[in-house]
């Protein structure tokens, strides 16, 4: 009797791990979860005497599968925005990219943070190098300064430091909601009409302390 | 035996707790190499207490393999901290 209760713990604990991870959100700690459930899961059947289908479970369920399912997440659940590469500073050996500045930089992170999505930053040498990069969809935005003579293409007014153009439309409804606009201006660009971009911006004037962005 | 798995299973419940209520991704990998390397001693337990030795040859594995799997998941994780 007492030997058929630890059977039924060892086993109750499969359901409740699988609850834990159906009700996870964050996809990542989903994945360590998923890790968690094959673990027990391998118990269960090595308890059972399963001892080919324990091997099978911590093989494949566990070790292939979260490797490969954590590219998957990793590679699909990013924004990638590309930037207009720095020119080597003189004085400072480090190559890296001007801009978008920091407090755009961490608006941008928070806006992306909270559906587990990540930020990364493409660079390229001009302004049409990355419209063509655009339009064949290897970036979903770009952030370029409106300062630049290069913004002059793109018809951006320069009452905003900094202007973000994307291709899709949900990035373009969740930075309206997120990004102040004094920080920047956005527009949404339909996919097949790269020409036609509808410029949206504020009316308001930046500060002088967002104007040094 | 039966009360040594019994304390087994208990001391198994509190890594779970732990994966189960800390929302920081590290302390879930920490939680997921104690409960791998948990099961999978005891199922090397099971194999002695029942003297199969093929449970205990998958026991073995099982636990090495749970290490690998853990050092990709954290290297990938670590990874995606960088960027």
Redesign the interface.
């Known amino acids: 009797m ?2 058929e209760f ?1 059977v039924v ?2 086993a109750a ?1 499969l359901p ?2 699988a609850l ?1 991870l159906v009700l996870q959100v ?1 996809p ?2 989903a ?3 998923r ?2 459930l094959g ?2 899961a ?2 269960v059947y ?2 059972f ?1 399963a ?2 289908v ?2 099978t479970e ?2 494949v369920g ?2 292939l599968s ?2 490969l399912y ?2 998957a997440v ?1 590679s699909s659940m990013s924004m990638r925005l590309g930037v207009i590469a720095a020119e080597p500073h003189p004085d400072n050996e480090r190559h890296d990219i001007p801009y978008p500045p920091e407090p755009l930089l961490s608006a941008l992170r928070h806006m992306l943070d909270q559906h587990h999505m ?1 930020l ?1 930053r493409v660079a390229y040498p001009s302004l049409p190098a990355l419209r063509t990069a655009l339009r064949n969809k290897d970036i979903h935005a770009i952030c370029i300064g409106t300062e630049t003579n290069e913004s002059a293409l793109l018809q951006v007014d320069h009452t905003e430091p900094y202007h973000i153009q994307t291709r899709l439309q949900r990035l373009y409804e969740l930075m309206q909601k997120d990004i102040p606009s004094t920080m920047a201006s956005l527009s949404y660009v339909q996919p097949n009409t790269l020409e036609s971009a509808a410029i949206a911006s504020a009316d308001s004037q930046p500060s002088p302390v967002e104007g040094k962005l | 035996m ?1 009360f040594v ?2 304390a087994m ?1 208990l001391i ?1 419940l509190i890594p ?1 707790y732990e ?2 209520q800390d ?1 920081y ?1 590290w302390q ?2 920490l ?2 190499a104690s ?2 390397t948990k ?2 001693i ?2 090397l337990f ?2 002695v207490l029942r003297d ?1 030795w ?2 205990g ?3 073995v ?2 636990l090495s ?2 290490n ?3 050092m ?2 954290a290297h ?2 670590r ?2 901290n960088e ?1």
Do not use: Q
């Open positions: 007492s030997d630890y713990a060892i604990l409740l791990t834990m964050n990542y700690n994945l360590v979860i890790g968690i673990a027990v391998a118990l090595a308890l005497g001892a080919d324990a091997l911590a093989l566990t070790m979260i490797t954590a590219v990793r990540r990364e | 039966n798995f019994f299973f198994l779970i994966a189960w929302e991704i879930k990998m939680a997921f409960i791998a099961t999978s005891m199922i099971i194999s199969d093929m449970i040859v998958v026991g594995i099982i393999v749970g690998a799997a853990l990709l998941l990938v994780i990874r995606m960027l």
